[in-house]
């Protein structure tokens, strides 16, 4: 499979929806005794990747599965996590489920991998090209979410603004994309800023006082993560703005909504890594029991604003339930 | 005798501001004409204020930072300091400790950073950079052990109040971090301590002869830093509303270019309050500048390093061979 | 008999590889001026140094007035009493002189603010007994060695100690200033100080200093009554043989190796003409600050000229920087030897191939044998003491590093030679190796400019002396003419300004 | 005079492998027994083979550092260093380039970012820091800007198997950077430059006065360690058939780090081969120990943090006041 087209995991045809598995796959079939999984997250210090990994451990934890899950450092260490990547080959587990820095940091992992037999499943965010299971939402439908928002509900147009992700960063690259080129073809709509947050809060904070600054008829943000769109919403209360501009972030971590809830944050993505997590790590179990899985398998995502908040947080079955009436609905 | 008084106000104010904090000031006028030509707004009070208060916090961490670089060290660890402190006080404060107890609390914090680097240099006679590197990491580990990684949320309003306040239509920040400025300078140019870090960090042996106590000095500057990274912190959080323990990543590299820009040489025994306030700023309003003008973020990057060399290059050219 | 002011008991000092010190015991009475004399590396600085704290003996113990001091750190030594010059300057250039002078134990306003005021009037005070041209307020860095060094003499005045210990006080000084200070020294011993004094210089030591200490390889030779004794027999002490008295003699050649016309620099020297014959060893005397260093960092390349023309072998040439300089075969050993002279973490070898790498690593790679075989030799010439070639010259007394520093041209073959003040800081039997040396290399058909402050030494070695003044040369003496009256005669300015007054930065 | 030969053997010993080097071998030897004891399987080969690779690219850079580092310096900019020369030869390789240019081409951009340092810091006197951070940025910023934030994808596996390939057992990526470490001994110990690195860094003015050429030392230091950046991208890109804009972030931490372990001081004159060797190889057997134990992202930060303390407080033990 050297010849394998390389992963674009928001276009990939070969794909199936998280919803449907079930239905074309059955059951999760018998696994082979002391199956256990080895997962890779990208920093524990953003709550998303520790939610993912609650995910794969309440999964885990259902079928009897251990579950070790390990993180670099902190974001961006590359060689680091590839580090950690290799030991959990070495170590002999019988799948890897791998959420890289980078498109690229790991790649080596695959060769080895290959080469001890282990499946690997990428979960989310930076694709390996190279990869042959990809788990995650798609990152363009983020921003494209977003933009239909605004849309929908801010009817007469405006200034809208982007604070960025870390420059180069497959997620952050393909959200602000689909921000962008949707709410710019709606025509009434005009991005007079898309600035580098590094998702930081506090450098989110200091643009979004600049851009606020020289537009203060500015009528919303678009963040590429929550932590820099709660930065935002600080920076609209301090400039008094909190009524005219709406700001919406990505990931649905519970501090966001807290402050959905608290009528702060205008809205956020919520691409539900728990349920992410369970749905991943089913996934790589179905391959080390040896199924053909197509190459994508899509997770859900939902915007999320004051008036459905509740349905999205519940206890993980209620939140499950209520993402597999949206597939059933089509959204 | 007599010519002394003539000569003094000349001297007086040379020593305050000196040749060198001019090349910062002329740089920093020409970063602001050049801002102020391509942005329009730029240079709206409104925008100004904005700028000094987004500078502020670099400015207070570079403020300490001037002074480790001065006593010959260099702190990379006040990020995680400001990070830890800043957990730890925003979690008293919402298990509802009173507000003095729980600032105090996270200065604390700070001084405790700070002690562990300074005596770590100053007894153990470890290099101030591995020194911080490593507690730079360690810090930041307690800080994200101690809150399992999540923010504190949840502040009272009143205490945000305390630091995110204005006053004369200045942000109390601004105010806050200027005062800590002011007596920065007087601690350089007028006490014993001010002298001491000079000479430990200008020549430590003949410090040391002359009967400066070397390490109480440097213990001191580590100290001082990471009280003023609390600081700092109090002031960040003060304004986002929540600690986070990855608060203030990266920190280190702004404060040092400050003070680096702003005259100060990490070979030590030379460096200027007046001149990092300076060097703050220049970045400050170089990060305002590019955002206004929306430039996108590969080109801000690339401004940013640009901006920094020029800074460099033109303060070499103002002050010639010195 | 009263107790004495100070006394050494039994002091040893061991050092990683060397013993510095072996049971020294002498006593230096109240109101009494000691001189310490010895060879380079004989232990003195050492000695010294535990005095004022800076080491801690191996063995031994330092007695004041009778009672034993436990002399911990340089504080605890202040506290006891004890002022120290030290040999090496210990100072901070970005402070000022009056905060030098006062660093470590400030005048204070209310305990908080540094008093600066005050303590440049009590600086100014103690400067005006050597050099009342010295600006208390003036950053010490921008002063030249001479006034740094008078600083350094003043900053120990100011402490009012019961014992004042000088290492070298006056190895950058003129004789007028050095009588200056002998009025300073005498003082201080009337009013009861016991002074330790320190240097290389006979005729000051036999001026001012009742009695001697004499060490050697670190171990008291004898302490002596200076009245009773010649300088000769002091220095077979010393040596432990007997010097032999030299004579000047002249290699010099017709051929001109340098020809200098016109040259100037940006800040001090103006038009300077001169020839430098082979073989010949040129002196140039002056006042201090009047240009000499500067002459001979623009003959070496170090400092641009900003004019004239410098000629070698007639060929017209142009030095960017001391490499250039290097390759025409002309070489510097400077003034100040810690700052630019020696890498203090390197190994004495290492400080003397640094010139001539090319020669040793003809092929890119260092010939180490070879490298070593030429240091061992140029080493022993100029006799090295402890004869440690892979010792970090650092470790080594001011007199070894010098030496190294000369065997860093020996070994480059250069052929016209700088000459820095020479002997600043070296004994007398090492001093009068390197006038051995510098007459072999004149007959070897090296040429050698010898810039000195000590007019006896100028005399002693040179065929022709330039006497500068302001910046330019005043005149032009033949080995006829050389005397001290004719040099100074020409040296001091001819109106009555006071002596030429460093410019400052 | 007799003794000197008795001396002499011990003396030749000492040059190779010094007294520091010795603290810090046992510092890895600690750490070793400690991991081999907790960790069942640390001592196999293989994953000593992994300790090895693991530590391979950041030794090569840190090979570079140090003599920086010997210079008087410090290289901030290795990671974006090497990120733009391995998108540019990657781009190359993509295209169609023969490997022999490509690869050159990556070289010579490892080498012209290493110039413009060099110049920045040895002609126009800037602060190495400064100059760095601020290329750091300003590569950084090239890469992305090149490369349009997109990773180079596509490379020949021909290609990889050069830098990816292995030779009796051991990957060709440690061979390659043990032949670095033996040349960069040589060059230190055993050459003129060497020399003058350490001269320069030791005492620029008497290195100046004695002929040595400053500048071509210090610009030749920093191309050298533009041009390991290079070798490490290769090695990096062979490894991870990819070249990334955003590859090598936080290298220079990790360089200075293994560096300062390995005895180099950041004041400048210091520094040893085997030493920074010792210490990549350090850092590289704590990661890949604390990863075998399965121990949380936070508490290895921690435990990160403290070794990198306790390494340098053994060494300072070992080798006493020195
Ligand atoms: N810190 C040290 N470590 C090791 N050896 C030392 C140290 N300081 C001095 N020595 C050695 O101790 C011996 C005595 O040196 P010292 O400086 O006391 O001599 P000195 O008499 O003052 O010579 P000079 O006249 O050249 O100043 C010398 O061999 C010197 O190399
Ligand atoms: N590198 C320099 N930069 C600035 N000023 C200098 C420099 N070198 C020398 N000077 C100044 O030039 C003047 C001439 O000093 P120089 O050292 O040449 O005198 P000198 O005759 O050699 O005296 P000395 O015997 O004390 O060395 C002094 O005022 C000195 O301060
Ligand atoms: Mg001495
Ligand atoms: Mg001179």
Redesign the pocket.
Known sequence: SADLAPLNSDTEKDRIDWSQVEAKFGALPKLPQGTKAGAVSKTLTNEYWRSLGEGYKAFGDKVGVPVVYQAAQSEGDQLGQLTIAEGLVTQGYNVLLVSPQTDANLQPIMEQAKAANVPVVNVNDAVIPQAEHYVGNVQRDNGVRVAKWFIKNRPNGGKVAIVEGQAGVYAAVQRTDGFKTTISESGKFEVVASVPGNWDRQTSYDAATNILQQHPDLIGFYANNDGMALGIVEAVKAAGLQDKVAVFGTDGISDAYASIRAGELTGTVDSFPVLTGEVALETALRLVAGQKLPRVVATPQALITKDNADRYSGAGDAVRKALLEDAAAGN | MSDTTLVQPRTEFLRGFSMRDAGTLIGLVVILVVFGALVPGFFAERNLINILQQSSINACLALGMTLVIISGGIDLSVGPTAALSAVISASMLVAGVPFPLAIAAGFAIGLACGLVNGLLVAYVGLQPFIVTLGTLSTYRALALIYTGGNPVLGLPTSFRAIFNGSLFGLPLAVIIVAGVAVIAWIVLKKTPFGEYLLAVGGNEEAAYIAGVPIARTKIAAYMISGLLAALAAQILVGRLGAAEPILGNLWELDAIAAAAIGGASLMGGKGSVVGTILGAVILGAMRNGLTLMNVQSFYQLLATGLIILAAMLIDRVTRGRG | MSVPRLQFVGISKL??A?R?LSDVSFSVGAGEIHGLL??????????LRILSGVYRPTAGSVLIDGKPVTLANPVAARAAGVAMIH?ELQQVPRLSVAQNMFLGHPLTRGGIFVARREQERRAAEALAAIDPSIDPAAPLGTLKVAQRQIVEIARALLDRARIVAM??PTSSLTPSEFERLAEVITGLARDGVAVVY?S?KLDEVFGICQRATI?RD?VVVDSVDLASLSEKAVVAMMVGRELAQEHHNSHASGEVMLSVRGLASATKVRDVSFDLHRGEVLGIAGLVGSGRTELLRLLAGVDRASAGTIAIDGKATRFSSPRDAIAAGIGLVPEERKREGIVPLRSITSNMALASMGVFAPRGVIDHTRLKRVAAEKMSRVNL??FLLDRPIR??????QQKAIIGRWLSAGTRILLFDEPTR?I?VGAKAEIYHLIEELAAEGHSVIVVSSELPEVIRLADRVLVMRDGTIAAELDRNDISEPAIAAHAIPQTQTPAARPARH
Do not use: Y
């Not at chain 3, 470790?395 to 070894?400: M, T």
């Open positions: 050092f990683p060397v510095a010895g060879e380079n590396g004989a232990g003195k600085s050492t000695l040999q290492d070298e320190v290389h060490m670190g003491r402890p470790l080594f007394s001011g007199g070894n800081g004994d």
